[in-house]
Each structure stands twice: as structure tokens, then as C-alpha cells.
């Protein structure tokens, strides 16, 4: 059966009927506007992200559910880079008459899937048909009392810099799924990625960072714009860069390290901390089965020095992915 049969309310009834009632939901799918119950003294912490078929996700590549799990995903891993805890989310859609509701059955199967396994409750959205392809918008919201949220502007001089998992993997995979490979662990990383949600939000209630950012541009990008918001430099040490072994039988190219600097989409955290809480972070990081690696360091001034292996000076040839660049 096609969209066109099913029509805009059937469409909604169906995945009204998929969400789980919540205590925090006064008014949820259905009204003009959704009525959500804050937690008492906490900030409500919201983000948005859409995810444009041809520019961020080509139909051919995955399947609809984890399709609809990333586009959750890269929601919550900028919840989680704020230390907050996802709580609610709109779905919005815009879906060509002629999509199969196969096709957003199982979409919708994978946003469900990935907002129950991190306890986010989907109150509303909207839906609308698309002359073009098809186009998500997802807008998270979380909670986080206020002294304990996170951002990018708290990065100081001394500090150690610490990237959760590996980098260069979903960028790897990208490569990979356009030379026409569908499986296989980088693949999975480009199409279903996992944001450390429980992660970020330990990291942030135990107070051991003081800035965080989730690396969706790569990370001299996103280190970068910790580094401007702080208004500091950083070190990178090559050799400390968490690299997968996957990862590395993939890049052995000229420049090994170009995808993992200037990947994206990796969606793993990246944070500073006093260099003395290392060990507790390892701990906590552990607690949560989530690796963790010191991969350099903040200094005064401004700009990332890369430090090659060798202990010679890198000069990255790409800075991340830009838009309209
Ligand atoms: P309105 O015309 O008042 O904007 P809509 O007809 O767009 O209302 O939506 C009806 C209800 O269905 C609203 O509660 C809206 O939040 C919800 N809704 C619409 N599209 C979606 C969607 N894709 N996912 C979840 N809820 C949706
Ligand atoms: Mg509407």
C-alpha cells in the first residue's frame, strides 16, 4: 500500500497508536500542541536536526528502520553532549505520495525502537507530502539541572581533551557503502549509529568535564569549535588517536589519519577534563562499557596543533564538513 492510500491522518493514527503513554505527557499526539510536565529545577535543554534524502542519507544505502533509529540517534548525541537526558521529541515528515507505508512502518519502528532504549517519548510533529524526496526533522528535548549541563565554552588551559570510542569509522563506512559494500561493522557505524547518551549524561552529573561536544564534523571540527567558544588552542597527538582495526585496514592510503580528523558522523563525545580526574573518568567511562581515550590537550592561545606519530607537525588537509562549503 502506498502513502497515497493511507492519506496524512491515517498516517498519524497509526503512529499515535505506537507511542507508549508517559506521566510527563499531559496532551500528546493528537492536539495542537503537545503539554509536557517539566521535572522540577531542571533546564529543559532542546535540539533540532533534519536528515534530507541526497544529502544525508541515500534510500539505497539501509534499511527504513535504522534509517529511523540514526535519525533519533543524531538528535540525542547532541542531548547527551549537553549532559542532558532526553525526555520528548516531535517527528516531522515529508514523504512523496507514492513512499510504500511499508516503508514508514518500519521508519517509524527504528525512531520508536531507539527513543524507548533511551527513554524519549514522541508527543507530536507534523507530516506533509513532498514534491521532492523525503525529509526528516526531528527536535529533541532533555533535562539537566542547571549546574551540571555542559557546554562548549568551558574548555580550559590544562586540560586533557578525551574522545569516547573510536573515530573515523562512519566516514570509513560512508566510503565503503558508495563503493557498493552493504555490510560489515564501519557500514553499521555510518548507518546506525549509537549515541552515548547514558555516557554523556554520567559524565555531566559526576562534574569530571568542563566542556563537551559530540563529534558529528569530525574532530579537529568539532574540537575546533570548542576551542573558539573557550576561547583557547589544542593539541592533538596523533598517536593517541582512538582507531579501530577495521578503520585502520580501511585507510592505508598516503594520509591514514585524514578520515578520523575530518570524518564525520561518528557521533561519539568529545570532552575536556582536568588531566588529574583521568582515572575516574576511565571508571565511570567504564562503569558504562564505553572506551575512552586522551587524545591531547588545551593550551592558551588559539587554532589545533596535530603532533604525527613521528613527533613531526600534521597539517590536516581537510577541516570537517561544512555545509554550503
Ligand atoms: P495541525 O494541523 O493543528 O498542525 P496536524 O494535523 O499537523 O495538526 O497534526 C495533528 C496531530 O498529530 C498533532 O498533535 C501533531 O503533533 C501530530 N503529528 C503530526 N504529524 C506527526 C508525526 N509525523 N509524528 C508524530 N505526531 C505527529
Ligand atoms: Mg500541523
Redesign the pocket.
Known sequence: MKLAELG?FGL?DN??ARVPAHPSVRVG????A?ALLPSPGSLTLITSDMLLEGVHFDLSFGDPQSLGRKSLAVNLSDLAAMGAQPRHF????ALPAGTSVEFVEGFVSGVLEMAARHGAV?V????CASRGGVAISITALGEQVPEKVLKRSGARPGDAVFVTGTVGDAAAGLELLFRGEREGRLVAKQLDPQPRVAAGVALAEAGLAHAMIDVSDGVLADLGHVCELSRVGALVDLALLPLSGEYRSHCTGADPFALALSGGEDYELLFSAPRDREAEIAQLMERHGVPVTRIGEIREGSGIDVVAPDGKSYLPKARGFNHFA
Open positions: 496524512e498519524i503512529i499515535a499526539i493528537g492536539d495542537d503537545a516531535l517527528l516531522s515528515l514522541l507530536g510533529g507534523d507530516t
